[in-house]
């Protein structure tokens, strides 16, 4: 098993959008709709954004969305705000009770 | 609300196994999974290891043969063993809660920073 790939950054100015891409293979990111995106912040704990591809948790904002198509998964963040600057991270299901991540992301808000 | 906090040694010499404890507050241990990941300075997040609250147990295969997790349901406890550590093995180990109401991790602790070094 390979971690699944992120671009190491992306950067946007407030109120655009952007989308960072995360890649896997047809063994996991392309077999199950069970792709998840976290937040993390400097020195915490990962925060669950999306989850089953495009699926919001209560209290998580409307400006966060996922979608998949193929072997790639992507989360885009529309409305940039200098609160959304973390790292993010995709994971998804690999078959046999055993979960992928991705190298991470680093979202830049200029 | 369910609240997770990790405990153990901060400090392991190479070769030594790695042992950590998880205390789950607010949920019970008797259901979803209870899992095991790490995040080595300055890296991504691996995903360890699970345990559903039968006792069955799934491993990352990169790690299986030196990874045990137990639960102690009594104790609202679950536990990691990792066996003959490397410096490699340094990393922030989170304990998280994977429900199968979002099929994803909802719920972490803080984490906690293991060094392994002489």
């Known amino acids: 098993q390979s971690a699944l790939t992120q671009p190491a950054s992306v950067s946007g100015s407030p109120g655009q959008s952007i989308t960072i891409s995360c890649t896997g293979t047809s063994s996991d990111v392309g077999s199950y709709n069970l792709v998840s995106w976290y937040q993390q912040l400097p020195g915490k704990a990962p925060k669950l954004m999306i989850y089953?591809?495009?699926k919001r948790p209560s209290g998580v904002s409307n400006r966060f969305a996922g979608s998949k198509s193929g072997n790639t998964a992507s989360l885009t963040i529309s409305g940039l705000q200098a609160e959304d600057e973390a790292e993010y991270y995709c994971?998804?299901?690999?078959?046999?009770?055993?979960?992928?991540f991705g190298g991470g992301t680093k979202l830049t808000v200029l | 609300q369910v609240q997770l906090q990790e405990s153990g040694p901060g400090l392991v010499k190479p070769s030594e196994t790695l042992s950590l404890t998880c205390t789950v507050s607010g949920g019970s241990p008797s259901i979803e999974f209870w899992s095991w990941i790490r995040q080595p300075p300055g890296k991504g997040l691996e995903w360890i290891g699970s345990i559903f609250h039968t006792g069955s147990t799934n491993y990352n295969p990169s790690l299986k043969s030196r990874v045990t997790i137990s639960l102690d349901t009594s104790r609202n406890q679950f536990s990691l063993k990792l066996t003959s550590v490397t410096a490699a093995d340094t990393a922030v180990y989170f304990c998280?809660?994977?429900?199968?109401?979002?099929?994803?991790?909802?719920?972490w602790g803080q984490g906690t920073l293991v060094t392994v070094s002489s």
């Open positions: 089953d591809v495009s």
């Open positions: 998280a809660r994977w429900t199968s109401e979002l099929s994803s991790f909802d719920y």
């Open positions: 994971c998804s299901y690999a078959g046999t009770s055993t979960w992928l």
